[in-house]
């Protein structure tokens, strides 16, 4: 049994989330406030962050960089053809670089942004930093996300998949990061339409239909997040 400590809104917990499903892994869900640094979170991840998975009573593995190889390690052999990390080392490297790249670029400069001000600070006391959203980091991830949608349209237009010609952890990345900012109305579909077909592809896929299907209380989500034509 595999235990996953996640919040709904974390782009990484969300990514490690498709990545169970892709590989048909069974998972219980156990939802966690990281700022809340509860004693019994803090025992299995010092740092506090989610996602953090635990198989049986094994030690925690933690952050969905160590999450993603060890389930490829674990599961992605047994799974053939839909192991999500390709065979050829350059393609491995690539699958790599945009998983680095939205789980880092991408969620520091647009997504996390929209994620801790919309969502986060509405959830948390003020004594834990809630209240208002900052607008000036609205602002600065909404002239951010442009620079990445054209990225991800060349790819897109380029190629199968974002990393070749299989889907890989790199689309799921991608994918887990826009489905956050798609709930709150943020990405910007009309201006990329590559990248618009490239997320009906995988929002459309079995493992998404858990995500599409989560609501945050008193915050309904934009008519986008659950149309699969939009």
């Known amino acids: 049994m595999l235990t996953l400590y996640h919040h709904p809104f974390s782009p990484a917990s969300r990514f490690i989330r498709l990545v169970l499903a892709e590989y048909g892994a069974k998972v219980e869900l156990v939802a966690e406030r990281p700022w809340e640094r509860r004693r019994g979170f803090l025992m299995l991840n010092a740092a506090g962050t989610v996602p953090v998975l635990q198989e049986y009573e094994g030690p925690p593995i933690c952050g969905a960089y160590a999450i993603m190889e060890y389930l490829d390690e674990t599961r992605g052999y047994a799974v053939g053809d839909r192991r999500l990390m390709p065979d050829h080392p350059e393609a491995r490297a690539e699958t790599r670089r945009l998983v680095d790249w939205a789980l880092n670029k991408l969620d520091g400069e647009v997504v996390g942004p929209f994620v801790r001000e919309r969502i986060y600070k509405?959830?948390?006391?003020?004594s834990m930093g809630g209240g208002s959203p900052d607008s000036a980091s609205l602002r600065a991830a909404r002239a951010n996300i442009g620079h990445h949608l054209r990225y991800f349209g060349y790819l897109a237009a380029a190629?199968?998949?974002?990393?070749?010609?299989?889907?890989?952890f790199a689309d799921l990345a991608v994918a887990a990061e826009l489905s956050c900012a798609d709930y709150l109305g943020e990405v910007t579909w009309a201006e990329e339409e590559n990248v618009k077909a490239w997320y009906a592809r995988v929002k459309s896929r079995p493992s998404f239909r858990p995500l599409l299907s989560e609501k945050m209380l008193g915050m309904p989500p934009a008519p986008s997040y659950a149309d699969l034509d939009f």
């Open 159 to 168: 190629r199968n998949w974002l990393a070749g010609e299989k889907l890989t």
């Open 122 to 126: 509405q959830e948390m006391p003020a």
